[in-house]
């Protein structure tokens, strides 16, 4: 799965988530215009011509894209059906790092990717791989969102959360009640922190509750480690399987991969919960390769994903129960999708977003100390 691979998420400045063969982009002119170069629809004439040119490369290649993470089976379903183009979805499990490397090796190719969905730790280290390009909704994404000459921006996010079987352990409503008696073997992340970024940021919403902050992940490694000690962690690597067998009944994870939906289970049992005194959010990024074989297809998906009219990205996201980047700005302007949007977990504290250099002290010192921690 991509939930324990995902690397890289590190939180941005918050304001509110084939056949080989060498590629030309032959197909990427439209009247003469090559869309490699377009910095925004305008640039290439407008909306009405990056369409046409789109549909002429009649397809997209994305990566990293299950169809259960964040509603992408249903966008890339959709975006299909309103243009007609094919999406060739290229390891769906693959990490942001593997993200980068694939475009680097298949450059030159039809088998590059043509967009990534990328975590902001890695893609402030790559932008040299990126095109600038700013979607027609560029003034709704928040300055803290957004890298300024567009190499990358914010799309989805969410918040640390707990989800748990309220059937069998009632309300949640602190850190602390997992140390229980009743929760023996039973609280899991979502794979070895060491390795995966959102098990991670597990452990860091564990330190905010426990009074250190995201510049000190140890008071999260300690808890942990009474878990541990209680016979309450589950080392198990949480994932849709594992929760409907009942084996990872209470998971650390995103909100948006914590929903009742995106677990199997029944929403009437199926809660989650997010703490008011450790409030942790993060981001992933959208990002062109700049040598994408399918240029104009690309920017037309960055176009796509980021409207806000009807069943946009923007709401298919928040449906599949992230926090679309441009939320404030829809909100304000009555756009949102109001019944998925009541339908997010409630946020009452603060939001802490991490900056990269946290995150990776913050792996640094899970590298030293999980594992003795938790054995």
């Not at 080989?20 to 009247?31: I, V, W």
């Not at 407008?46 to 290649?61: D, H, Q, R, V």
């Not at 602390?176 to 039973?186: C, T, V, Y």
């Not at 946020?347 to 802490?352: E, F, I, R, Y």
């Amino acid at each position: 799965m991509r939930t324990p691979y995902r690397l890289g998420l590190a939180g941005v400045a918050a304001v509110s988530l084939l056949a080989a063969g060498c590629s030309t982009n032959a197909s990427s002119s439209s009247g003469g215009y090559n869309w490699s170069n377009a910095t925004s629809a305008a640039s290439g004439g407008g909306m009405s011509a990056l369409i046409k040119a789109a549909k002429s490369e009649g397809t997209l290649n994305v990566i990293a894209l299950p169809n259960d993470w964040a509603n992408y089976g249903t966008i890339i379903k959709d975006f299909t059906a309103k243009y007609g183009i094919k999406v060739n979805s290229i390891d769906p499990s693959d990490s942001s790092a593997q993200e980068v490397t694939q475009i680097q090796q298949k450059k030159g190719t039809s088998l590059a990717a043509d967009v990534l969905d990328i975590g902001n730790s890695v893609a402030t280290a790559s932008t040299a791989l990126f095109a600038p390009y700013k979607v027609a909704e560029w003034a709704d994404i928040p300055d803290g969102l957004k890298q300024p000459d567009g190499l990358y921006y914010a799309d989805y996010g969410g918040y640390m959360s707990v989800g748990y079987d309220s059937a069998k352990f009632g309300t949640i409503t602190s850190l602390n009640q997992l140390l229980g008696s009743k929760f023996k073997n039973a609280v899991a992340l979502n794979g070895n922190p060491t390795e995966a970024n959102a098990a991670l940021n597990g452990v860091l919403m564990a330190s905010l509750a426990e009074g250190g902050s995201v510049s000190d992940i140890g008071p999260g490694v300690s808890f942990f480690g009474k878990l541990k000690k209680a016979g309450n962690f589950n080392p198990v690597q949480a994932t849709q399987s594992t929760i409907k067998t009942g084996a990872t009944p209470v998971v650390f994870n995103w909100d948006y991969l914590n929903t009742a939906a995106a677990v199997g289970q029944p929403a009437s049992t199926w809660k989650v919960f997010i703490p008011a005194n450790a409030t942790l959010g993060g981001f992933y990024d959208q990002a062109i390769n700049k040598n994408a074989p399918h240029p104009a297809a690309a920017r037309l998906w960055e176009e796509f994903l980021y409207s806000q009219a009807g069943v946009g990205g923007q709401n298919l996201w928040l449906q599949g129960g992230a926090r679309p980047a441009e939320q404030q700005a829809m909100t304000t302007a009555g756009t949102i999708d109001q019944t998925a949007a009541a339908a997010l977990p409630p946020v009452t504290g603060t939001p802490v977003f991490p900056t990269e250099a946290q995150a990776t002290a913050a792996a640094t010192y899970l590298a030293a100390n999980w594992a003795k921690a938790v054995s």
